[in-house]
């Protein structure tokens, strides 16, 4: 089992551009959390989705954020029109249905804003 | 709404002296914690959890509802134990974390 697996691992964008950040679970893992990073702070929530569901999106900014789960393929985080302020670890985590407690996190993706 | 407070963001003591970061926190429900541990340019990895009341690398962690806490403790600090320590909420289907703190060993 390969774990949780983010790429990329690093993503430079320039500011107004598109940043795309993908999560694929482990495998028998229905449920990805998504939690952001930010400089000198700790793993702040965002979202929480199940396959074609979003849970939980209390964490998301009002606007450019936006996540996905589709019936095939990875989660996607997507970041439209980047700012320097979105310079941050982004990190997913996937859990077995009812097991949400015991989530396991991948690497997480580390994006830079220029 | 639930918060998890970790009151030391760096602490620094040296090896063979005992270890505490603190921990706070505020949750209306029946809380279940956890403590996290990032090793340089690894992953987020689970240490303990309350419920288990384990002894992980000679770490252990006591839930007090009375005070709200849950401290993680080891009597003999080693080296490698140098890391960013995260203590975490589970409820309303979501862990909630502390800011961390960044534990340093000196030889």
């Known amino acids: 089992n390969a774990g949780v697996m983010q790429n990329p691992r690093h993503l430079v964008r320039r500011r107004g551009q598109e940043a795309r950040l993908r999560c694929s679970p482990m495998?028998?893992?229905?449920?990805v959390y998504w939690y952001r990073q930010l400089p000198e702070e700790g793993l702040k929530f965002m979202v929480y989705l199940q396959k074609e569901n979003i849970i939980d999106e209390s964490g998301m900014p009002k606007e450019r954020f936006s996540a996905e789960f589709p019936k095939e393929g990875p989660s996607i985080l997507r970041i439209q029109q980047v700012v320097r302020g979105d310079s941050a670890a982004y990190f997913c985590?996937?859990?077995?249905?009812?097991?949400?407690?015991?989530?396991?996190f991948g690497s997480g993706t580390r994006l830079t804003v220029v | 709404a639930q918060r998890v407070t970790q009151p030391e963001k760096l602490l620094s003591v040296f090896k063979g002296a005992p270890v505490e970061l603190k921990c706070n926190y505020s949750?209306?429900?029946?809380?279940?914690l956890f403590w996290y541990v990032q090793y340089s340019r690894q992953r987020l990895q689970l240490l303990l959890r309350h419920i288990s009341r384990e002894s992980i690398k000679g770490f252990t962690a006591d839930l007090n509802k009375g005070e709200t806490s849950f401290h993680l403790k080891k009597p003999f600090a080693q080296e490698e134990d140098s890391a960013m320590y995260y203590c975490a909420l589970w409820g309303a289907q979501k862990l909630v974390f502390g800011q961390g703190t960044r534990l340093t060993i000196n030889p």
């Open positions: 495998k028998g893992h229905s449920h």
């Open positions: 985590a996937s859990s077995p249905p009812g097991q949400g407690a015991l989530m396991t």
């Open positions: 949750y209306s429900g029946s809380p279940e």
